[in-house]
C-alpha cells in the first residue's frame, strides 16, 4: 500500500524552503507538510529558554496532527538549542540543521571563512565546537543579522528591497578585522540561501556562499530510501501558527515550492 505519512519541515518561517527545494529535487512524489511558527518569528531574537521550551511543545502538537514519517528541523537556531530535546521526546526520525563549517574549511584557499546567521545561532557553543572540530587551522569570523531574515521574508512576499539593506547587514561581518580576506561565507541561517543572489552581489568583493540544504536532503533520502510514496506528487501544505495577511502574502511563492494549502496550526 501506498505510505501517504509526509515529511514534515518546521522553521520559524519561510527559511526552511532552501531546504524543501533540494528535497523536492531528490523526492519529487514526497508527501510535504511545510510548517512556519509565524507566531513566533524571528527565533534569532529570542532566549534560548523559550526557544528550549516552545520548539518541542510546537512539534509535538504537529505530529499529532499530520503524523509524519520524518521531521526536519530545517531552521539552524532551532536546531543548535532544542534538537536533542525534540528527539529525546518523539518517536521518529528528527533530522537537524548543521552550519556547513566543516566544507566551508576543505575549500578555503585564505583560511578566513565566515559564519552569517542569527544572534541566536552565532552565539551557541555548537558553533564553537564546529569551528574548533573542523576549522582549526581557519579564522571564523561570525555574525548574526536578524535583518537579513526579515529581508528574506519580504524578498518572498513580493516587496521590494533597497540593495543598500543587503550591504548594510554584510558590513558587521566583512567588517570585522580580517574580514577583507574572507573567500567563503557559511549561511548558518535557511533563510538566507533565498536571498543568494543579493547577498552576492552585496559582498564587498567576490565570495562564495554555502549551506546545508543539499546535505540536509540527500540526508532525507537515505533515511527514507526503500519507503514507498505516492505515485504521484500530492499537493502540499503549508501550516503557521499565525496566519494573517502577511502570511497569505506568502502564497506564490509558496505555491513555487509545491505548497498549494496553506492552514492555520
Same mark, same amino acid.
Given at each position: 500500500?501506498?505510505?501517504?505519512?509526509? /515529511?514534515?519541515?518546521?522553521? %520559524?518561517?519561510?527559511?526552511?524552503?532552501?531546504?524543501?527545494?533540494?528535497?523536492?529535487?531528490?523526492?519529487?512524489?514526497?508527501?510535504?507538510?511545510?510548517?512556519?511558527? %509565524?507566531?513566533?518569528?524571528?527565533?534569532?531574537?529570542?532566549?534560548?529558554?523559550?526557544?528550549?521550551?516552545?520548539?518541542?511543545?510546537?512539534?509535538?502538537?504537529?505530529?499529532?496532527?499530520?503524523?509524519?514519517?520524518?521531521?526536519?528541523?530545517?531552521?539552524?537556531?532551532?536546531?543548535?538549542?532544542?534538537?536533542?530535546?525534540?528527539?529525546?521526546?518523539?518517536?521518529?526520525?528528527?533530522?537537524?540543521?548543521?552550519?556547513?563549517?566543516?566544507?566551508?574549511? =576543505?575549500?578555503?584557499?585564505?583560511?578566513?571563512?565566515?559564519?552569517?546567521?542569527?544572534?541566536?545561532?552565532?552565539?551557541?557553543?555548537? /558553533?564553537?565546537?564546529?569551528?574548533?572540530?573542523?576549522?582549526?587551522?581557519?579564522?571564523?569570523?561570525?555574525?548574526?543579522?536578524?535583518?537579513?531574515?526579515?529581508?528574506?521574508?519580504?524578498?518572498?512576499?513580493?516587496?521590494?528591497?533597497?540593495?543598500?539593506?543587503?550591504?548594510?547587514?554584510?558590513?558587521?561581518?566583512?567588517? =570585522?578585522?580580517?574580514?577583507?580576506?574572507?573567500?567563503?561565507?557559511?549561511?548558518?541561517?535557511?533563510?538566507?540561501?533565498?536571498?543568494?543572489?543579493?547577498?552576492? =552581489?552585496?559582498?564587498?568583493?567576490?565570495?562564495?556562499?554555502?549551506?546545508?540544504?543539499?546535505?540536509?536532503?540527500?540526508?532525507?533520502?537515505?533515511?527514507?530510501?526503500?519507503? %514507498?510514496?505516492?505515485?504521484?506528487?500530492?499537493?502540499?501544505?503549508?501550516?503557521?501558527?499565525?496566519?494573517?495577511?502577511?502570511?497569505?502574502?506568502?502564497?506564490?511563492?509558496?505555491?513555487?515550492?509545491?505548497?498549494?494549502?496553506?492552514?492555520?496550526?
Amino acid at each position: 500500500m501506498t505510505d501517504t505519512r509526509p /515529511v514534515l519541515f518546521f522553521d %520559524s518561517g519561510v527559511g526552511g524552503l532552501s531546504v524543501l527545494g533540494p528535497t523536492r529535487a531528490l523526492l519529487p512524489h514526497a508527501s510535504i507538510v511545510y510548517a512556519a511558527d %509565524s507566531a513566533g518569528f524571528p527565533y534569532g531574537t529570542r532566549s534560548d529558554a523559550d526557544i528550549a521550551a516552545r520548539v518541542p511543545a510546537l512539534l509535538g502538537r504537529l505530529t499529532e496532527r499530520y503524523h509524519p514519517r520524518l521531521i526536519v528541523i530545517a531552521c539552524n537556531t532551532a536546531s543548535t538549542i532544542a534538537l536533542a530535546a525534540v528527539r529525546a521526546a518523539l518517536d521518529l526520525p528528527v533530522v537537524g540543521t548543521v552550519p556547513a563549517i566543516k566544507p566551508a574549511a =576543505q575549500q578555503s584557499g585564505t583560511r578566513v571563512i565566515g559564519v552569517l546567521g542569527t544572534p541566536a545561532t552565532v552565539r551557541q557553543t555548537y /558553533v564553537d565546537d564546529l569551528a574548533a572540530r573542523f576549522a582549526g587551522d581557519c579564522v571564523v569570523l561570525r555574525h548574526g543579522s536578524a535583518e537579513l531574515v526579515k529581508l528574506a521574508e519580504a524578498k518572498l512576499r513580493g516587496e521590494p528591497v533597497e540593495p543598500a539593506a543587503y550591504r548594510e547587514a554584510l558590513d558587521g561581518l566583512f567588517g =570585522q578585522e580580517g574580514g577583507g580576506e574572507i573567500d567563503i561565507v557559511v549561511n548558518a541561517c535557511t533563510h538566507f540561501p533565498l536571498i543568494a543572489q543579493e547577498l552576492s =552581489q552585496a559582498a564587498p568583493h567576490p565570495v562564495r556562499f554555502i549551506d546545508g540544504g543539499p546535505g540536509i536532503a540527500r540526508r532525507i533520502a537515505h533515511l527514507t530510501a526503500g519507503q %514507498s510514496w505516492p505515485e504521484t506528487s500530492p499537493p502540499g501544505k503549508a501550516v503557521f501558527t499565525r496566519l494573517g495577511h502577511a502570511e497569505r502574502a506568502l502564497e506564490p511563492a509558496l505555491s513555487g515550492f509545491g505548497l498549494d494549502t496553506i492552514e492555520a496550526l
